[in-house]
């Protein structure tokens, strides 16, 4: 069964750079041609989808964060990451990765990471 | 951007009783939308797809209706296990989501 495992620091200083990886397991990250996507959300919150990424490249991103986010992929380790720069206290947030169903650009997300909040905070 | 607004934000009911929340876009997003389930520190958890497709596992009392620019999720007959926050999702450009539905207790 595909599952998916976010990690990373839990706890980063404003200004300065958010890093996470999403593990998968039970699957090839490169099986079937999914794409995979980074989600988050704030406490009390609604969720934000961030940017998404094939398994060969090719990353997109949410217009209104573009200029702060990059997600690569690592098909050697099955895995794939976020980069968010510059965070604010407003980047604080549960942050989700999930694989995209079916093959197309854009897609429902059918498997979901458990989450991982990271606060911005000094 | 394509907008999603989802009403109620809060709905009160109880079991048994037939739920319906609604989802409209800013714009024709077709047929590309999902609807989600979450529970209280859970991960969304997918119900329906391309509108009206339920997702494999789901129970039948889910169901969605709707294309262009409204969208309808209705629960038949509401179980305890159904007392939730509901996620509308555009898929057409990009992803977009609602700001959810509370389903509580009445």
């Known amino acids: 069964q595909l599952q998916l495992q976010e990690s990373g620091p839990g706890l980063v200083k404003p200004s300065e750079t958010l890093s996470l990886t999403c593990t998968v397991s039970?699957?090839?990250?490169?099986?079937?041609?999914?794409?995979w996507g980074w989600i988050r959300q704030p406490p009390g919150k609604g969720l934000e989808w961030i940017g998404s990424i094939y398994y060969s490249g090719g990353p997109y991103y949410n217009p209104s964060l573009k200029s702060r986010v990059t997600v690569s992929v690592d098909r050697s380790k099955n895995e794939f990451s976020l980069n968010l720069s510059s965070v604010t206290a407003a980047d604080t947030a549960v942050y989700y990765c999930?694989?995209?169903?079916?093959?197309?650009?854009?897609?429902?997300?059918?498997?979901w990471g458990q989450g991982t909040l990271v606060t911005v905070s000094s | 951007d394509i907008q999603m607004t989802q009403s109620p934000s809060t709905l009160s009911a109880s079991v048994g009783d037939r739920v319906t929340i609604t989802c409209r876009a800013s714009q024709s997003i077709s047929i590309w939308l999902a609807w989600y389930q979450q529970k209280p520190g859970r991960a969304p958890k997918l119900l329906i797809y391309?509108?009206?497709s339920l997702e494999s596992g789901v129970p039948s009392r889910f169901s969605g209706s709707g294309s262009g620019t409204e969208f309808t999720l209705t629960i038949s007959s509401l179980q305890p296990d159904d007392f939730a926050t509901y996620y509308c999702?555009?898929?057409?450009?990009?992803?977009?989501f609602g700001q959810g539905s509370k389903v509580e207790i009445k």
């Open positions: 999930a694989r995209q169903a079916d093959t197309s650009m854009y897609e429902r997300f059918d498997h």
């Open positions: 999702q555009q898929y057409k450009s990009y992803s977009t």
């Open positions: 039970g699957g090839s990250i490169t099986s079937s041609s999914y794409y």
């Open positions: 391309k509108a009206s």
